[in-house]
Nanobody, 118 residues
Framework: VQLQASGGGLVQAGGSLRLSCAAS????????MGWFRQAPGKEREFVAG????????YYGDSVKGRFTISQDNAKNTVYLQMSSLKPGDTAVYYC????????????WGQGTQVTVSS
Protein backbone atom coordinates (compact mmCIF):
# COMPACT_ATOMS: atom_id res chain seq x y z
CA VAL A 1 0.00 0.00 0.00
CA GLN A 2 1.25 3.46 -0.90
CA LEU A 3 -0.14 6.56 0.77
CA GLN A 4 0.16 10.12 -0.47
CA ALA A 5 -0.84 12.92 1.89
CA SER A 6 -1.57 16.44 0.73
CA GLY A 7 -3.39 19.61 1.67
CA GLY A 8 -1.21 21.08 4.38
CA GLY A 9 -0.38 24.75 4.58
CA LEU A 10 -0.41 27.91 6.64
CA VAL A 11 -3.69 29.05 8.18
CA GLN A 12 -4.70 31.54 10.83
CA ALA A 13 -6.11 30.44 14.16
CA GLY A 14 -9.81 29.75 13.87
CA GLY A 15 -9.48 28.79 10.23
CA SER A 16 -10.04 25.52 8.43
CA LEU A 17 -8.01 23.17 6.28
CA ARG A 18 -8.69 19.84 4.63
CA LEU A 19 -6.06 17.15 4.29
CA SER A 20 -6.27 14.30 1.81
CA CYS A 21 -4.63 10.91 1.76
CA ALA A 22 -4.76 8.91 -1.45
CA ALA A 23 -4.13 5.18 -1.20
CA SER A 24 -2.84 3.02 -4.03
CA UNK A 25 -1.55 -0.49 -4.46
CA UNK A 26 -3.19 -3.27 -2.44
CA UNK A 27 -6.05 -1.13 -1.14
CA UNK A 28 -8.16 -4.27 -0.73
CA UNK A 29 -5.94 -5.14 2.23
CA UNK A 30 -6.80 -1.93 4.11
CA UNK A 31 -8.96 -2.33 7.18
CA UNK A 32 -8.54 1.10 8.64
CA MET A 33 -6.96 4.47 7.84
CA GLY A 34 -5.74 6.98 10.35
CA TRP A 35 -4.23 10.40 10.77
CA PHE A 36 -1.42 11.13 13.17
CA ARG A 37 0.58 14.27 13.84
CA GLN A 38 3.93 15.14 15.31
CA ALA A 39 4.99 18.56 16.49
CA PRO A 40 8.66 19.48 17.01
CA GLY A 41 9.98 18.00 20.23
CA LYS A 42 6.79 16.04 20.87
CA GLU A 43 5.76 12.44 20.44
CA ARG A 44 3.57 11.35 17.59
CA GLU A 45 -0.09 11.76 18.47
CA PHE A 46 -3.14 9.92 17.17
CA VAL A 47 -5.62 12.32 15.56
CA ALA A 48 -8.40 10.28 13.95
CA GLY A 49 -9.17 6.92 12.45
CA UNK A 50 -11.83 5.45 10.20
CA UNK A 51 -12.49 1.94 9.01
CA UNK A 52 -12.41 1.40 5.29
CA UNK A 53 -16.16 0.88 5.14
CA UNK A 54 -16.56 4.36 6.60
CA UNK A 55 -18.97 3.16 9.25
CA UNK A 56 -16.80 3.80 12.28
CA UNK A 57 -14.72 6.86 13.04
CA TYR A 58 -12.96 7.87 16.21
CA TYR A 59 -10.85 10.79 17.35
CA GLY A 60 -8.15 11.84 19.72
CA ASP A 61 -9.38 13.90 22.64
CA SER A 62 -7.57 17.03 21.53
CA VAL A 63 -9.46 17.24 18.22
CA LYS A 64 -12.93 15.95 19.08
CA GLY A 65 -15.61 18.30 17.87
CA ARG A 66 -13.21 20.19 15.61
CA PHE A 67 -11.88 17.61 13.15
CA THR A 68 -13.84 15.22 10.95
CA ILE A 69 -12.43 12.20 9.18
CA SER A 70 -14.17 10.76 6.13
CA GLN A 71 -13.40 8.50 3.23
CA ASP A 72 -14.32 8.05 -0.39
CA ASN A 73 -13.91 4.42 -1.40
CA ALA A 74 -14.38 5.23 -5.07
CA LYS A 75 -11.31 7.47 -4.93
CA ASN A 76 -9.41 5.40 -2.35
CA THR A 77 -9.00 8.61 -0.42
CA VAL A 78 -9.38 9.60 3.21
CA TYR A 79 -9.92 13.20 4.24
CA LEU A 80 -9.35 15.11 7.44
CA GLN A 81 -11.45 18.25 7.69
CA MET A 82 -9.92 20.48 10.34
CA SER A 83 -11.88 23.42 11.73
CA SER A 84 -11.40 25.92 14.56
CA LEU A 85 -7.69 25.40 14.20
CA LYS A 86 -5.40 26.43 17.04
CA PRO A 87 -1.67 27.14 17.13
CA GLY A 88 -1.35 23.91 19.11
CA ASP A 89 -2.49 22.00 16.02
CA THR A 90 0.72 22.94 14.25
CA ALA A 91 2.50 19.73 13.29
CA VAL A 92 3.42 17.43 10.48
CA TYR A 93 0.38 15.31 9.73
CA TYR A 94 0.77 11.74 8.55
CA CYS A 95 -1.77 9.30 7.20
CA UNK A 96 -1.38 5.60 7.82
CA UNK A 97 -3.18 2.34 7.22
CA UNK A 98 -3.43 -1.09 8.81
CA UNK A 99 -4.78 -4.41 7.74
CA UNK A 100 -6.76 -5.26 10.89
CA UNK A 101 -7.72 -3.85 14.27
CA UNK A 102 -5.18 -6.07 15.98
CA UNK A 103 -2.27 -4.88 13.87
CA UNK A 104 -0.32 -1.65 14.19
CA UNK A 105 -0.46 0.97 11.48
CA UNK A 106 2.17 -0.35 9.11
CA UNK A 107 1.94 1.80 6.00
CA TRP A 108 2.67 5.50 6.24
CA GLY A 109 2.47 8.50 3.96
CA GLN A 110 5.19 11.11 3.72
CA GLY A 111 3.59 13.76 5.93
CA THR A 112 2.22 17.20 5.22
CA GLN A 113 2.99 20.31 7.26
CA VAL A 114 0.16 22.22 8.93
CA THR A 115 1.04 25.55 10.51
CA VAL A 116 -1.52 27.56 12.45
CA SER A 117 -0.58 31.16 13.20
CA SER A 118 -1.97 33.11 16.12
Amino acid sequence: VQLQASGGGLVQAGGSLRLSCAASGRTSSIFEMGWFRQAPGKEREFVAGINWSGKTAYYGDSVKGRFTISQDNAKNTVYLQMSSLKPGDTAVYYCASRGSMSRPYDYWGQGTQVTVSS
